[in-house]
């Protein structure tokens, strides 16, 4: 049987702002956009409702440190939760508190719950090109930055410059491709008409920080304007952190909405879903064109589903190849758009805050369109994953709201993980690889997974045969080459 009413989980209210102010010293800090989404999402459920908040989790923001967010939040909004967490870095983890949210509710332990996030990079950006104080809450005197990946990449990782996702995404980006019988031409000209069918999304969205239509041509295009950072990646394929927005979703059961006058059609069904990671380290990876994280989380969410398609889609954007290797996985047609919301590129990048904002555009949809909608997000490396089934309308059957951790069947699937070497030499093959670019849009030097003689992966720098790795007729991997010891680093040379 069906949870009872006063242990359902709905969604009742979202809020969303974007900050474009003339002067960045009139910027609003995260606090104060997170405050505004609040009380927005309050607006929207139609019920006073942020006092009454027990549960609150503040996702994790980069802008500015704080002493303590989750609380200097509540106070801003005249809130005192049982339960205040501040998130960790991940691009899933605005899924997972939703979700664990809907969990805490449907086992009675919770009655209002929120979830928020933001960030002011592009404030903080201007006013420090500018030299501006900003008027914005004092920072604290000791604080941990949050880490980044050259705090836990392996030091060959570091030591050649692949240490940021612009850098490591590429690697799947590439060795998909190939996989998938493409040329690098084919697979930039799909990136290209998926990249600028997300454009078009952002463009209806109002609270799109870059609300206009690209070309495929636009996107794939090396310009002034559009410089490569990672092959093949350019400037407009990539996640755009340089924003300023934060989002809001406040969620209750039920029983609570309809006792505060919110009407059924008002409310989205939280049903459940799945979490599972891949190895941290990414040199520690079994292949880079899949990942059985990510396949074992889809396919449990399909099967709440009852494996029908999802009426809307929103699969997480940093790069183009997430969404590509994730839509294959969920068999989804090749005109199917996944996103409500517009992508990290042009929707913009609010860090790790992305999904509470493609969440509101998920709950604007449902409500207009009706159906069910499938939430998957992504963090750090192609590592942790977590999905999510939300619906117009309840559930037919009983539901398992705990996320039920699918990291059994995504470790039992994974293929043996290739010893990582830092000093084997000699004769390679390519497994995978990418060119990293200048500011000015000129190539470094080639980073270059290689396979040795015995099976050992090795990570090699590659400053020939740049033209090779960058040819869109034919794709180098699986060529032969060699490895070859060079100061306190491997390079890689073609044969």
Not at 258 to 286: F, K, S, T
Not at 383 to 400: C, D, E, F, G, N
Request: aromatic share 8%; charged share 15%.
């Amino acid at each position: 049987m069906n949870l009872p009413p006063e242990r359902t989980p709905v969604i009742v209210g979202i809020g969303e702002i974007l900050d474009r102010p003339n002067d960045p010293a009139d910027g609003l800090e995260p606090l104060a956009l997170m405050e505004q989404a609040m009380r927005r999402a309050e607006s929207d459920s139609g019920a006073n409702l942020l006092k009454q908040i027990d549960s609150l989790d503040v996702i994790n923001q980069v802008t500015w440190p704080y002493a303590d967010m989750p609380a200097q939040l509540a106070a801003r909004i005249g809130a005192t939760p049982a339960r205040a967490f501040y998130g960790p870095v991940g691009g899933e983890s605005p899924v997972r508190a939703l979700h664990d949210a809907a969990a805490r509710i449907a086992r009675g332990e919770s009655r209002v719950a929120a979830i928020c996030g933001a960030e002011a990079q592009n404030t903080l950006d201007r006013a420090r090109k500018s030299a501006i104080r900003l008027n914005w809450t004092p920072k604290p005197e000791k604080f941990d930055p949050p880490l980044r990946g050259a705090d836990f990449v392996h030091a060959a990782a570091l030591n050649i410059g692949a240490f940021m996702p612009v850098t490591i995404y590429p690697f799947y980006e590439n060795a998909t491709a190939t996989f998938w019988g493409q040329t690098p031409a084919q697979a930039q000209a799909e990136s290209g008409a998926l990249w600028s069918a997300f454009s078009k999304i952002a463009a209806a969205n109002p609270n799109a920080w870059l609300p206009r239509f690209h070309s495929e041509a636009e996107i794939v295009t090396p310009s002034a304007a559009n410089r490569l950072i990672a092959w093949p990646y350019t400037k407009l394929m990539v996640a755009n952190p340089s924003v300023n927005q934060g989002g809001a979703v406040i969620l209750t059961n039920l029983a609570a909405a309809r006792a505060a006058g919110i009407v059924d059609a008002h409310c989205i069904y939280v049903h459940g879903g799945a979490a599972a990671n891949e190895p941290r380290d990414y040199l520690q990876r079994d292949t880079y064109h899949a990942s059985t994280a990510q396949d074992a989380v889809l396919h449990a969410t399909m099967q709440l589903a009852g494996d029908k398609p999802f009426d809307a889609v929103e699969l997480y954007s940093c790069f183009p190849c997430v969404p590509k290797m994730a839509r294959r996985t969920l068999g989804l047609a090749p005109d199917v758009v996944p996103t409500v919301t517009g992508g990290l590129t042009f929707f913009g990048a609010p860090l790790n805050t992305y999904m509470v904002n493609a969440t509101c555009a998920m709950v604007r949809r449902l409500r207009g369109e009706g159906g069910a909608g499938l939430l998957y997000g992504q963090g750090e490396f192609v590592t942790k994953h977590h999905a999510l089934m939300v619906s117009a309308a309840p559930p037919a059957h009983a539901r398992i709201l705990d996320a039920p951790s699918v990291q059994g069947a995504a470790d039992q699937a994974r293929g043996p993980v290739p010893a990582f070497s830092t000093n084997a030499v000699g004769p390679a093959s390519l497994e995978t690889f990418t060119v990293i670019y200048d500011r000015e849009g000129a190539p470094s030097h080639g980073a270059v997974i290689a396979r040795v003689a015995g099976g050992a992966r090795v990570l090699a720098r590659a400053t020939e045969g740049i033209a090779r790795l960058t040819d869109l007729a034919q794709t180098p991997i699986g060529l032969a080459g060699e490895v070859r010891a060079s100061a306190d680093e491997l390079t890689w040379a073609f044969a």
